[in-house]
């Protein structure tokens, strides 16, 4: 092989890896609701930064493997035709280890001597990652600037068996093993400046699909039918764009939540001069008339957002956002978007409990969860609640001081919670995060590389359910599974007891509408935020405890214990008999002393009310420079 190959010589293969485990079936048209499959802006931005540094199309080709879903052989007939020097897999989340770990397999078999290398959320496990998998290097952090100086690497340096540890430990953000087989790591990658934040270019993500070029609409949703935008009479007119498209306004956030994992350091807003030019293409060429805004932060630079607000108003694209904090936003911020073509906010609420707020670090108080939501509802927003329970320190009275908030809130609009609408997810601990820091130093979570396999392997298929739930909280089971139910139970209970104070009579209206309609369709629509459904046992509480009127004036210290072990029974029906446990992460349940009250008073950190601090007070001493690397991973961004 030549010591050095010429750009155009190169042949670079950049794929998306699925985030589901192996061997899930999938309609990918699908998989990921309503709203469309999120565009791959990961790889739009690599093949971005390799045009700047002079790597022309015939260098690179893309492979969608996540939208295309194929088989093993599928894939081996691709790079056995290819031939790759180098494959980069954009592994967005670490829910995706399996599929890593079966493509990079594949890729070997047909082209062994392809460096690959992995970008993404799933960094955080690096170490596993390298040990375990072919990857050859992984990416921690942003990977627009490392991705170049690592093809600069690779033209310089083209055999993976003889690495030039020196030369690849200058680069940012590149992890590696040495000849000892201790990984390496210098930082994190460096950000790209906001000018090279390009917007989804569809026709690079329709080369991904190959003989599937229909492929292309996953991307876009009915906007009508996403049910985002039921409550806004602009949604339908007659002129508009069906469909609707995800656009990412900025990068990374401003927060620290310590449940949440994330590859991208900082924030930085995108330029606006082509975003216009951006929503005429997607109307013209899809249909587009719906956008939904995909940041983390949207709100957080407010002269960013009106200016985004005004120019999806001037293309005439009625829009919701995902990513608020009730803090950013004030009743002036979203009468101004409302005006602007704005239906929807979606804010990352969590909890209605202010000590599992602190435990998370949300730094936001509940009346100002209160604030937004009452600001959204007197001006017709559809603002959905997500909340989490099991977060360490969750005890039935916090996770009751969630289901009230609900119950207040919905007393505002004057429905029933279950109508209104919210989402109750179980905190999963993530890599690179405090959650997962501390579910080591529990006990819960094994430190040996091992140990992150099989628990990645695991929650593959786990999702934020409860069934999966890995028990960092110390809680008996019993408790565990009834967090969901007193949830909505005293949302419903609270509701009754409140005088309807209804701020938005048109809205009122509108939810019930929209209540009606799913549940003609469905009439099992009540009935989604359960998700463990073993026996019939579930179904009975469901359809006659949850919302029941006799049952939300009864004491709770008679009808909660009723329901909770009601529950218990199930569990115990279901482990016994052995159904759908084989991901189950209660199997490997390790008892954990619960957290005090007071737990916070024994931390010397000065964020004395967060798990961060917990963590940080509880950290063992780094004794050398891979010990040090291994710390890197796990405080993550």
């Known amino acids: 092989m030549s010591n050095t190959l010429k750009k155009d010589n190169m042949k670079i293969s950049l794929c998306s890896v699925p985030v589901e485990g192996v061997g899930v079936k999938l309609d990918r048209g699908r998989s990921e609701g309503s709203l469309g499959i999120v565009p791959k802006v990961a790889i739009v931005s690599l093949v971005d930064s390799m ?58 078999q047909k082209v062994p001597d392809a460096w690959i290398v992995m970008g993404g959320n799933l960094a955080a496990c690096s170490e596993a990652i390298l040990v375990h998998t072919e990857v050859d290097l992984t990416v921690v952090g942003d990977g627009e600037v490392a991705w170049v100086e690592i093809l600069e690497y690779i033209r310089g340096n083209p055999d993976r068996k003889n690495k030039k540890l020196k030369k690849l430990n200058k680069i940012n953000g590149v992890a590696f093993l040495n000849n000892n087989n201790e990984i390496n790591l210098n930082g994190f990658g460096l950000s790209a400046p906001k000018e090279q934040m390009p917007y989804p270019d569809y026709k690079l993500l329709g080369s991904g699909l190959k003989d599937k070029p229909n492929a292309l609409n996953n991307y876009f949703r009915s906007g009508i039918e996403s049910g985002w935008f039921d409550f806004d009479d602009r949604a339908k007119d007659k002129n508009r764009g069906k469909n609707i498209a995800g656009i990412f306004a900025s990068k990374g956030c401003v927060a620290k939540c310590t449940f949440c994992q994330r590859s991208t350091k900082g924030y930085r807003t995108q330029p606006l001069e082509q975003l216009e030019d951006h929503l005429i293409y997607i109307r013209d ?10 940041d983390e ?6 002269k960013h957002s009106y200016q985004i607000a005004k120019i999806l108003n001037k293309a005439g694209m009625l829009w919701m956002a995902t990513g608020v904090r009730c803090k950013s936003t004030t009743e002036d911020d979203i009468k101004y978007y409302q005006d602007h073509g704005c239906s929807a906010l979606k804010y990352g609420v969590e909890s209605g409990s202010q000590k599992i707020l602190d435990v998370m670090e949300k730094v936001f108080k509940v009346s100002d969860v209160y604030d937004a939501l009452d600001s959204c509802i007197r001006h017709g927003i559809y603002s959905p609640a997500a909340v989490m329970v099991g977060m360490p320190g969750e005890t039935e009275l916090t996770a009751r001081e969630t289901g009230e908030l609900i119950g207040n809130i919905a007393s505002k609009l004057g429905v029933h919670p279950e109508i209104m609408g919210f989402d109750i997810f179980y905190a999963l601990p993530l890599p690179g995060t405090p959650l997962w820091e501390y579910g080591e130093q529990v006990g819960v979570i094994g430190k040996e590389t091992e140990d992150v396999i099989d628990y990645l392997t695991r929650v593959a298929d786990a999702g934020t359910y409860k069934r999966y739930y890995i028990n960092l909280n110390g809680a008996p089971i019993s408790e565990v599974l009834f967090w969901e139910y007193v949830v909505r139970l005293e949302a419903s209970r609270v509701y009754r007891k409140n005088n309807t104070q209804v701020l938005n009579g048109n809205l009122k209206e509108r939810y019930i509408k929209k209540w009606d309609k799913m549940t003609a369709s469905n009439p099992r629509f009540s009935l989604k935020y359960t998700a463990l459904k073993f026996t019939f046992i579930t179904y009975f509480v469901d359809k006659y405890f949850v919302g029941n009127r006799v049952v939300d004036s009864m004491p709770r210290v008679v009808i909660y214990p009723i329901i909770k072990y009601l529950l218990f029974f199930e569990y115990l029906v279901q482990k016994m008999y052995g159904h759908n446990m084989e991901n189950n992460l209660y199997i490997k349940r390790i008892k954990v002393k619960r957290l005090a009250r007071d737990f916070v008073k024994n931390t010397k950190s000065k964020k004395k009310n967060s798990l961060r601090g917990i963590v940080l007070e509880n950290r063992e001493e780094v004794a050398n420079a891979i010990d040090s690397v291994r710390q890197d991973l796990k405080s993550g961004l």
């Open 51 to 108: 045009k700047r540094a002079g790597y022309s199309k015939l260098s690179y080709d893309y492979y969608d493997i996540d939208m295309l879903y194929p088989n093993d052989d599928e894939i081996g007939i691709y790079f056995s035709r290819y031939k790759p020097n180098v494959v980069g897999l954009s592994a967005v989340v670490s829910t995706s280890y399996s599929q890593v770990a079966r493509i990079a397999s594949i890729i070997r």
């Open 297 to 302: 932060n949207f709100g957080s630079d407010k």
């Open 285 to 294: 060429h899809f249909d587009v008339g719906f956008i939904q805004i995909l």
